[in-house]
């Protein structure tokens, strides 16, 4: 994490982005399985602020991450930081080299059914993903 | 022309049908490779088929090795998927089929979906214990089970309330 740049606090009407880099957990009718949202083993799940990001800039990120993971990017889910928040979850600021506006959804209950129950209720809260465009390839 | 009774391999109908020297011979061998269709169609339909063990064991070799997500994730090991293969095994005959995957820490999923909020989602975890999730409308159920070689009856019930139209 970058101790250099300071953010602003993620408020609850803020959108958020969850880059998605396997296609098994996208389903036929383009929303994601619950997999997706399950934190370990991080005590956060990374997700991207759309603060000030044009989509540009949002699959420039993507392709980044894409590039450290040895994945390719796929797609994205965008939900609200208010999604986590329901669950007693907090969304806090947590930049790292190359991307300000990452962040980190903590405050994950320990139990793993718990943890998937949210995961699911996310998943639906997320409709369907953003595929990547060709031009962004 | 024999037709033993007891040939009932895929190359058998080969053979049959080389052999095949009469109409009633050649209408026989269409019949058996017809009924051999339907068979391996059943198989594929059926969550203990061919597809649902072909998908489950493509999901282990792709996340065998730890840091199969490029962030960390641990190893989906051959325990979680002996667990995994075994709790396929012990759904009913006829049960839907579920999707596959793995979670970040190595569990093995199974996913039944009837929309986004009619979804049940099974974790398989190498020591035998199985955690469940599941969105039905406006209520949810969730928790964990041993799996001692039957489904437990929870997951039945969450089975059939999720893919029942």
């Not at chain 1, 930049?95 to 300000?100: E, H, I, L, S, Y």
Request: with cysteine.
């Amino acid at each position: 994490m970058s101790e250099s740049v300071s953010m602003p606090p993620v408020a609850s009407g803020e959108w958020l982005a969850r880059f998605v880099f396997f296609r098994n957990r996208i389903r036929h009718d383009g929303t994601l399985k619950a997999d997706e949202f399950v934190p370990f083993p991080h005590t956060g799940l990374s997700v991207t602020r759309h603060l000030r990001l044009t989509e540009a800039d949002l699959w420039n990120i993507g392709q980044d991450i894409a590039r450290q993971r040895g994945k390719p990017v796929l797609a994205r889910a965008d939900l609200q930081a208010s999604s986590f928040e329901r669950h007693r979850l907090r969304v806090i600021p947590a930049p790292v080299d190359r991307n300000a506006n990452h962040a980190e959804v903590v405050g994950w209950p320990p139990e793993k059914s718990s943890q998937k129950i949210i995961a699911i209720e996310i998943a639906a809260d997320a409709g369907r993903v953003r595929m990547m465009p060709m031009e962004s390839q | 022309m024999i037709v033993g009774a007891s040939e009932s391999s895929p190359s058998s109908h080969r053979a049959v049908h080389s052999r095949a020297m009469s109409d009633v011979a050649i209408l026989v061998g269409k019949e058996m490779r017809l009924g051999w269709s339907h068979l391996l169609e059943s198989l594929a339909l059926d969550s203990r088929g061919a597809m649902g063990f072909h998908e489950l064991f493509r999901v282990y070799e792709e996340c065998q090795n730890a840091g199969w997500d490029g962030h960390g994730a641990a190893p989906v090991s051959e325990a979680t998927y002996e667990q995994a293969r075994e709790f396929l095994e012990a759904l009913p005959l006829g049960a839907p089929g579920p999707s596959f995957g793995a979670e970040a820490d190595g569990h093995i999923t199974m996913e039944w979906y009837g929309g986004p909020r009619r979804t049940l989602s099974v974790s398989i975890t190498p020591d035998g214990e199985i955690h469940y999730a599941a969105l039905l409308g406006a209520s949810k159920s969730f928790g964990s089970e041993p799996f001692l070689g039957e489904s437990p009856a929870i997951v039945l019930d969450l089975i059939r309330r999720v893919t029942t139209k």
